[in-house]
């Protein structure tokens, strides 16, 4: 079984910005996590750094330094298009959608560029957005319609560029779509649905086609936030014929009220809000006995809860995967357990599993580590120690 770490957890806004990184973070995290052997690395390459790898020269380049510092990029995280480390991301990472060309001919170049980078023999993997963030609520029935149709038509051509290059190369490049909180797609339902209606609607050669090329990308953080147990999740996606081809480690905030005195409460309030942070989108959802709310940002939860909070909450904040709890706080570890169990249940091949906790430089300061590369090494260590106790 093939773990690495997600590279989106660096600036990556050029070439050289990438190489930078790696050099100063991942050989670091790799003495410490796998000395002896190559370390699996989920590159994150934005638009700009995917045209300049778009140079044949310069990715044949590339490939042979990932291969002389014993970094293995088996799979690459295409759902941020632009700048992941700017001041204020939130729903810049859901641009462009795909209904637009622009996602398209970005999915399309990384797909050359992991041709490229990967060794002979190997295939490889790229996670990609849940088609976008929803269309305004007024928008009308058909321009809805019209999107989902555009989201399918480049789905399709990407495979068929999946597929010459599967021909070519003898590889299999696959693309994993991750649902996410509050997006387009953002349950296995929805995931479920949307391939037998729109996908899987061909031929029996072309929705093979799809089949072979596109599945999904189970982020764990995301599917506990949405109260999916992750047996359900895993079994369905296997039922539907859906290959799960990449497997996001990572873990999300949770904190239950209803089992809290009013003195802890308070507590919990004014820990959860060192969450509530300016860079990235955190939905949370409230679960009660009589009710699930979605609230698009945790600012928005705290505020509509005021001083008497209910319920079970779940935040989509990518916290350590070795933390089970920090003082009130509490996480969603224990799913981590439970998505490797129906993994080995329910799917007839090994997805690829990648630590994704993109949120370190914004964590509050009693979830830091001492440095990044120990932070990273150690979640890697813990998830090596897990696979092996269940094995």
Same mark, same amino acid.
């Given at each position: 079984?093939?773990?690495?770490y997600?590279?989106?957890v660096?600036?990556? /806004?050029?070439?050289?910005?990438?190489?930078?990184?790696?050099? %100063?973070y991942?050989?670091?995290?790799?003495?410490?996590?796998?000395?002896?052997?190559?370390l699996? #690395?989920?590159?994150?390459?934005?638009?700009?750094t995917?045209?300049?790898?778009?140079n044949p020269?310069?990715c044949?380049?590339?490939r042979?330094?990932?291969q002389e510092?014993e970094l293995?990029?088996?799979?690459?995280?295409g759902?941020?298009? $632009?700048?992941?480390?700017? &001041?204020?991301? %939130?729903?810049?990472?859901?641009?462009?959608t795909?209904a637009e060309?622009?996602?398209?001919q970005y999915?399309?170049?990384?797909a050359?560029?992991?041709?490229?980078?990967?060794?002979?023999?190997?295939?490889g993997t790229?996670s !990609?957005?849940?088609?976008?963030?929803?269309?305004p @609520?007024?928008t009308?029935?058909p321009?809805?319609?019209?999107?989902f149709?555009d989201c399918?038509?480049?789905? *399709? *051509?990407?495979?068929?560029?999946l597929?010459r290059?599967a021909?070519v190369?003898?590889?299999?490049?696959f693309i994993c779509?991750?649902?996410? @909180?509050?997006?387009?797609?953002d349950?296995?339902?929805?995931?479920?649905q949307?391939? &037998?209606?729109f996908?899987f609607n061909?031929n029996?050669a072309?929705?093979e086609i799809?089949?072979s090329?596109?599945?999904?990308?189970?982020?764990i953080?995301?599917s506990?936030?949405?109260?999916e147990t992750? =047996?359900k999740?895993i079994?369905?996606?296997?039922n539907a014929? #859906?290959r799960v081809?990449?497997?996001?480690v990572s873990?999300?905030?949770?904190?239950?009220?209803?089992e809290?005195?009013? !003195?802890?409460?308070q507590?919990?309030?004014?820990?959860? =809000? /060192?969450f509530?942070?300016?860079?990235?989108?955190?939905?949370t959802?409230?679960r009660?006995?009589?009710?699930?709310?979605?609230?698009?940002?945790?600012?928005?939860?705290?505020?509509?809860? $005021?001083?008497?909070?209910?319920g079970c909450? /779940?935040?989509?904040?990518h916290?350590?995967?070795? =933390?089970?709890? +920090?003082?009130q706080?509490? !996480?969603t570890q224990?799913d981590i357990?439970?998505?490797?169990d129906?993994i080995?249940s329910?799917?007839?091949e090994? @997805?690829?599993?990648? +630590?994704e906790?993109?949120?370190?430089?914004?964590?509050?300061?009693?979830?830091q580590s001492p !440095?990044?590369?120990?932070?990273?090494a150690q979640?890697l260590?813990?998830?090596d120690?897990? #696979?092996?106790?269940?094995?």
């Open positions: 079984m093939k773990i690495g997600c590279g989106n660096h600036p990556g /806004r050029t070439l050289e910005e990438v190489k930078q990184n790696l050099v %100063k991942s050989l670091d995290v790799k003495s410490k996590f796998s000395p002896s052997e190559p699996g #690395i989920g590159l994150w390459l934005s638009a700009t995917a045209n300049e790898l778009d020269e310069t044949l380049r590339f042979d330094w990932l510092h293995l990029p088996y799979t690459l995280n759902f941020p298009y $632009g700048d992941f480390h700017q &001041e204020v991301v %939130k729903h810049d990472v859901y641009l462009p795909w060309t622009e996602r398209l999915t399309n170049q990384l050359n560029i992991l041709d490229v980078l990967l060794p002979a023999g190997h295939n790229i !990609t957005l849940p088609l976008g963030w929803p269309l @609520p007024e009308p029935s321009l809805l319609a019209d999107f149709k399918a038509f480049n789905i *399709k *051509k990407c495979a068929e560029h597929d290059i021909q190369a003898g590889r299999n490049l779509i991750e649902p996410e @909180p509050g997006c387009v797609l349950t296995c339902e929805d995931v479920i949307f391939f &037998e209606d996908l061909e029996q072309k929705s799809i089949r090329h596109f599945g999904v990308c189970h982020d953080c995301h506990a936030v949405m109260f992750q =047996t999740a079994e369905q996606y296997c014929n #859906i081809g990449k497997v996001q873990s999300a905030v949770e904190v239950n009220f209803d809290s005195t009013a !003195t802890q409460k507590e919990m309030i004014e820990q959860l =809000t /060192r509530a942070e300016p860079k990235y989108l955190h939905q959802v409230i009660t006995d009589t009710e699930t709310t979605f609230f698009e940002d945790l600012a928005d939860a705290l505020h509509a809860a $005021g001083t008497d909070p209910q909450w /779940r935040v989509h904040f916290v350590p995967i070795f =933390t089970e709890t +920090v003082d706080i509490g !996480t224990f357990a439970n998505c490797l129906s080995q329910f799917c007839p090994e @997805p690829h599993f990648e +630590v906790t993109y949120a370190w430089n914004v964590l509050p300061a009693e979830m !440095t990044l590369a120990e932070g990273i979640e260590t813990w998830l120690d897990l #696979i092996h106790s269940r094995s």
